[in-house]
């Protein structure tokens, strides 16, 4: 019997890196789950991958007639949720003096933006004494060089779990955040400048800075999301878990 037999589950950002390693998580445990992304291809690719119960629709988190459309395709296919991870993000490297309107709007857009209408408009078909978690980032607590906006949309997000922790508690709804450190996944090797030998001298410094001496991989972060999903942590909500390798901690 899996930890979550008949629970319905949305993951954002669903294609790749984390989403996917917990989409994959969440079937195994014997949930049908939906996974978003904004390209059609990588979608149907993350469908076959996982292989069963499981249903990609394309969209993007920052536009609320994506949002709309998601949750009346979950509704026409499974009537409720149970489960939503919010798991959508992005982020672009830049000094203070090097930020953009173009790159505050699209990282607030996306990560908090996103975050919140996803949850929202989740709640009229989520059960009583569903689950949230929400994705944040050790860069939500650490004064990391180049990545205020970033930063500072990952610390949103903390904030937000803490007041729906408190708006949420009349119906037993759990809200909390996983809050990773440099994991193995496409997204790292875009943020720090692709695979050249300035982004591999980059990627050796995060190790080395990692008191575990490497990189985390996608499917440690899904196992800490399965455990907030799950009624393993029937008495956990309002939490932040890191999962870093203590870099956020030593």
């Not at 954002?12 to 079937?27: D, H, M």
């Not at 990952?154 to 922790?165: D, E, F, P, Q, Y």
């Not at 943020?191 to 008191?211: C, D, H, K, W, Y």
């Amino acid at each position: 019997m899996g930890k979550l037999d008949g629970k319905t589950a949305l993951i954002t950002g669903g294609t790749s890196g984390i989403g996917l390693a917990t989409a994959k998580r969440f079937v195994s445990e014997g949930a049908h789950v939906f996974i978003t992304g904004r390209r059609q291809a990588e979608l149907v690719a993350a469908e076959e991958e996982v292989g069963r119960n499981i249903t990609g629709v394309q969209g993007d988190v920052s536009r609320l007639d994506d949002l709309d459309r998601l949750f009346s395709q979950i509704r026409r296919d499974k009537g409720r949720l149970d489960i939503v991870f919010a798991n959508a993000g992005l982020g672009k490297a830049g000094a203070i003096a090097e930020v953009t309107e173009e790159d505050f709007d699209l990282t607030f857009n996306v990560n908090v933006k996103g975050t919140l209408f996803t949850v929202q408009k989740a709640l009229p078909l989520m059960s009583d004494g569903s689950s949230i978690v929400l994705i944040s980032s050790i860069a939500g607590v650490k004064g990391l060089p180049r990545q205020c906006v970033y930063s500072a949309s990952k610390a949103a997000i903390r904030s937000l779990a803490r007041s729906w922790t408190m708006d949420l508690r009349d119906r037993h709804i759990r809200v909390n955040v996983v809050s990773p450190g440099p994991i193995d996944t496409p997204g790292i090797k875009d943020f720090i400048g692709g695979s050249t030998p300035e982004g591999e001298q980059a990627l050796q410094m995060i190790r080395n800075a990692v008191p575990m001496a490497r990189l985390g991989m996608p499917d440690e972060v899904a196992k800490t999301v399965l455990f907030l999903a799950s009624d393993d942590s029937s008495y956990v909500t309002g939490v932040e878990l890191f999962v870093d390798g203590g870099m956020a901690q030593v």
